[in-house]
């Protein structure tokens, strides 16, 4: 896929619960969002569960205020919802999505199955994805979930990551669970760019 990478970002996420940020957490994807395409960047996403809406909430508002146009600043790809066909593509799907975006930034990544909370598995397959191309990867910890444990492995194998510790603080600042909402995208947009 021959596209511009520089400044995409691809949202993974989901969430039927926002674990600590509560209903709050709806606002912080919607804000982020918003904030990501006034500072430039693309945004791209794979809709999911409880987060996606809210990107694109944050996108259009942002979007429609400033008269830019949508189809150079948001790029959506929702699943499909036919199982046997989603589970056939599912992967040539991702991979086809964050082939585009220079960033990988992870919400989240909890879903309702069989009645219960689970952690979405998917945002794992994403992870692994982004990161064989070599995506700048933001796992917000502090969001909870698979996000969490992302943003753990990230923290303690830093250095097999990144070739040099100057955005450490940055992410560490990401899991930490006293930090503002604006504080934590403040420290997306460092790392991002």
Known sequence: MNVNKRKSVFISGSAYEYGSFGDEGKT?????????LQQGFTIISGFGSGVGNYVLEGALEEIYITRGKLQDRL???????????????????????????????????????????????????EFEIARSHKARLIPVGVSGYVSAKLWEELVQRYDDYFDNRAMFGLFERLGDPCARPEELIDAILQIAQ
């Not at 912080?28 to 990501?36: A, E, G, K």
């Open 28 to 36: 912080f994807i919607r804000v982020l969002s918003q904030t990501l």
């Open 75 to 125: 790029r959506v790809y929702p699943f499909p919802t036919l199982r046997p066909l989603m589970e056939e593509i599912q992967e040539h799907y991702r991979n086809d999505m964050i082939a585009q975006a220079e960033t990988v930034i992870f919400l989240f990544g909890n879903k309702l199955e069989d009645i219960e909370v689970r952690e979405a598995d998917g945002m794992l397959k």
